[in-house]
């Protein structure tokens, strides 16, 4: 658990601007699909806001422009927004993940000497990795919230963590804190089990052998 808790950690470090900028694209066609359906409601509800949709320009949003933005008017602390809320999801996950595995592991282990099939570590890898990313989900529902960048309409906005759990609970119920959990365990149920079976296979001492010995 304690080695866990240091990988998240270590982890967060690198991912978080890449969260960050992830999150900004997945949001940039919602919130252009909200102005669209906005000027087509002006459009209608008035004859003389007739160019009110066709004012509305459609443009694509790149990672690099994101990024950009962000380091001219925020600098490098603008790439690390939600640092606290991608810790308290990442670090419980990773504490959650490797004792649940490793247990899961052992159960097709023939001997401890001798490694589980690897249909055995993908299942492990699978069902830790599922049930880590529900246990978290709800640290997951408050970082995505506060590291969107853009508000729909009537889209609350957020202080911090505490204002944002609060805010999520009173408005939207607690259900609202498992929301996506499904397909988020879809997602990362496959992706650690690949990653477990690429690990215990011993791919990557496979290649590292093939590396020219150092002279002593």
Known sequence: MLAGCGAGTCQVIVTTPMEMLKIQLQDAGRIEAQKKLMAAQAQLSSTTSAGAAESVVETRTTATQITRELLRSKGIAGLYKGLGATLLRDVPFSIVYFPLFANLNKLGQKSPDIKAPFY?????????????????NPCDVIKTRLQSLKRGV????????????RKIWQKEGPLAFLKGAYCRALVIAPLFGIAQVIYFIGIAEFFLDMLPKRRD
Do not use: K, M, Q, R
């Open 154 to 165: 009537n889209e609350d906005t957020y202080s911090g963590i505490l204002d944002c759990t």
């Open 120 to 136: 055995v570590s993908f299942l492990s890898g699978c069902l830790a990795g599922s049930t880590a990313a529900v246990a978290v």
